[in-house]
């Protein structure tokens, strides 16, 4: 495969792993930080709009995930696919941590 199928398949774990959050919180009704909150991340937004940019990473997610042909049965592009659900989940897990303790 080509390196930019790679690259694909890395973002579209990112885009899929970060609409997990925004689609829960929005379909239970919960306000939760988008990058159209103020300030940026920090602040809430609404339900709607939380399921709405959950909406939008999911699109991204497979047009990547078909783009990437994560599943050709390429052993890397599955590696690398779940390289990039770590790269977001983990420092989220961290970041929300914080965020709440405050």
């Known amino acids: 495969m080509n390196w930019s199928n790679y690259v ?3 973002f579209s774990a990112m885009f899929a792993t ?3 959050p ?3 919180k929005g379909i239970c ?3 939760f930080p988008t990058p159209f909150a103020k300030p940026p991340g920090k602040g809430l937004s609404s339900p709607t709009v939380n399921v709405l940019w959950s909406l939008l990473n999911m699109f991204l997610a ?3 995930f078909r783009s ?3 599943s050709s049965g390429d052993q890397l592009a599955l590696i690398i ?3 990039g659900i770590a790269a977001i989940a983990i420092p989220s897990s961290i ?3 914080k965020k709440h303790a405050q």
């Open 29 to 31: 009704g919960d306000r």
């Open 22 to 24: 925004h689609f829960v």
């Open 18 to 20: 970060n609409a997990v």
């Open 68 to 70: 990437g042909k994560v």
């Open 81 to 83: 696919f779940f390289i």
């Open 95 to 97: 970041g929300f941590q």
């Open 8 to 10: 694909a398949c890395f």
């Open 62 to 64: 497979y047009i990547l």
